[in-house]
């Protein structure tokens, strides 16, 4: 029994050492949840909050507003955070104290699964900076111009596809998340590779062979009145799809997560089936680069890849494992975001899962602001030469000539919230806002400080804060927060202002979204084409949500789009 006793006592006082040592302490004088469990701390307050259908952004938006611009919560007996709500002082911390802070090991740790060694998991230092100069060229504007009939092509095959669906659909709205994804999908590859997977092009295929009656078969109907068109993406599509979905987002231990998911047949097949696209285009970049300079190659390059290559024949070019690394996280950030915003745009009015989620919530802003939509077609007309409208330049799709355009993509960002929040690890032991931070202490800005009135003057007088430096940025009117109004990014004079109020789509300073020019245009694009080309007619309110859910980042629960022609009736009501 003694012996019992005694090695329960060794086993139980390293535990106890290291819970002291590492186990997160509440930070004096920085408000938190006052009910907050012992141990859990507040899980449990997370915990129901998800069980009401809420988000993990919901629990950081409740969090701040009823804290305060600064405070602190805890996840669990290991997890500690800092919410930093005052956006004059989110600015200052990643604008000018950025060399105290760095990306967050919990968001690194996640992506590491899949992207060991590319720019989003790297922390700054030599090599990141290696990386951030080897793939910067691919945003600058003169190689966007280059390279964004990609952009324009996926664009109008968006139109092609949707208008055949609308011709079969009978009236019936449809889910577009797909069809956003995809588009987005071939713009990356187009941009990234020289050439689509045309992936948009084999769903138009698909539905040609399709009887105009489609809609009256019950089979094809959904639980909610949708017409479900069924459709097979082409195996590359698939096979991008299925390693994203492979990253462990809901897992607390991702790396263990990740270790037993690479075992499965599944992901070895896919893993392998990308690694040989990607040594095929690395054979065939280097070929075309093989007798030309690194002056000549990088001129000539018309796509990321063959870019990549072309540096490899000068000095501090990336390694092919290294460059394999970065276009697969081109692929699969470029992808997400930018269509999940224009999915939440079409209600209202990672960069690929980026645009794909900014695409959604862009169809269902204009769904709901038939207004909006109206002013935006007429001010394209307007400033668009009728021989260019459907073959825009990149000068012809910037903020001075079209400045409701971006007002629009703006506004539809600051609404769209597709990231809920940036994560950063303090470097050092550091005073924000009057308090002592300790170093390795995570800090969270949460992106309501555009969408809530978390950064108005009334809120911050509240809390009796002061501020060395000038403000640069506006203030948002009080209780305007939640309306899409994108006239609130516009001057007297009706030019664009781009610091009219907080927003914070991108994140700010070094470790911003590094394909931040890349998104802007992929998003004046497809709006401008779709805008011209469609009015986002009314869907029943059973399709009509804007419940969201978050993976990687925050996705619409449903994208339901219902476009009809410019011509029609209900356009012109």
Not at 509 to 514: D, K, L, M, T
């Amino acid at each position: 029994m003694t012996s019992v006793i005694i090695y329960t006592i060794i086993f139980l006082i390293p535990i106890a050492v290291w819970w002291c040592r590492f186990k997160p302490m509440t930070l004096p004088g920085i408000p938190s949840w006052s009910d907050d469990h012992l141990v859990w701390g507040d899980l449990p307050r997370l915990k129901k909050i998800l069980r009401d259908n809420g988000s993990f952004t919901d629990f950081l938006d409740l969090s701040s507003k009823t804290l305060g611009p600064i405070c602190q919560i805890r996840l669990g007996p290991f997890a500690h955070m800092v919410i930093i709500t005052d956006y004059q002082e989110i600015e200052s911390l990643l604008l000018r104290r950025h060399s105290s802070l760095d990306r967050s090991s919990q968001t690194t740790s996640l992506f590491k699964t899949i992207l060991p060694r590319a720019l989003l998991t790297l922390q700054t230092g030599d090599v990141w900076r290696k990386h951030r100069k080897g793939i910067g060229t691919a945003m600058t504007p003169r190689f966007l111009a280059l390279t964004m009939s990609n952009i324009t092509k996926s664009a109008q095959n968006l139109v092609e596809l949707w208008n055949r669906k609308g011709e079969l659909s009978g009236g019936r709205s449809w889910e577009a998340e797909v069809d956003l994804e995809s588009a987005m999908m071939d713009a990356i590859c187009g941009l990234a590779f020289g050439e689509s997977w045309n992936v948009i092009t084999s769903y138009t295929g698909q539905l040609e062979s399709l009887n105009s009656d489609i809609g009256n078969d019950l089979s094809n109907i959904g639980s909610r009145g949708e017409i479900v068109f069924h459709l097979n993406a082409p195996d590359p599509a698939r096979t991008t799809w299925y390693i994203f979905q492979a990253v462990p987002v809901e897992s607390p231990f991702p790396a263990l997560s990740h270790f037993f998911t690479r075992l499965t047949p599944s992901y070895r097949y896919h893993t392998k089936r990308m690694d040989d696209f990607l040594e095929q285009r690395l054979a065939e970049a280097r070929h075309k680069a093989s007798n030309l300079s690194c002056e000549m190659a990088s001129e000539a390059a018309d796509n990321t890849f063959d870019l990549l290559i072309a540096k490899q024949l000068g000095e501090g070019g990336l390694s092919d494992d290294e460059i394999k690394q970065e276009l697969f996280q081109y692929l699969l950030a470029g992808t997400e975001t930018s269509s999940t915003t224009l999915a939440w745009i079409s209600r209202t009015s990672f960069h690929n899962k980026f645009l794909q989620l900014i695409s959604q919530k862009w169809c269902k802003f204009m769904t709901n602001n038939p207004a909006i939509q109206r002013k935006l077609r007429q001010h394209l007309l307007n400033r668009l030469p009728q021989d260019i409208i459907h073959n825009m330049t990149f000068d012809d799709l910037i903020a001075v000539n079209l400045p409701y355009l971006e007002a629009v993509v703006h506004e539809t960002l600051r609404m769209a919230r597709t990231a809920g929040g940036f994560l950063r690890d303090t470097k050092e032991d550091m005073c924000i806002m009057g308090h002592h931070i300790p170093k390795g202490t995570t800090l969270a800005f949460p992106t309501s400080i555009g969408h809530q009135d978390l950064s108005s003057p009334d809120y911050l007088l509240s809390t009796s804060l002061s501020h060395a430096e000038e403000r640069r940025v506006g203030y948002w009117k009080s209780g305007t927060g939640h309306v899409f109004d994108p006239e609130r990014w516009l001057t007297e004079d009706g030019q664009f202002n781009a610091i009219a109020g907080p927003s914070l789509p991108f994140s700010l300073g070094q470790r911003r979204c590094f394909g931040k020019n890349l998104a802007l245009l992929e998003l004046r694009i497809f709006i401008a084409h779709l805008s011209l080309s469609f009015f986002f007619a009314r869907i029943p309110a059973d399709q009509n949500s804007f419940d969201r859910f978050d993976k990687v980042i925050s996705h619409p629960k449903d994208c339901f789009v219902r476009p009809v022609q410019w011509t029609s009736e209900e356009a012109s009501c």
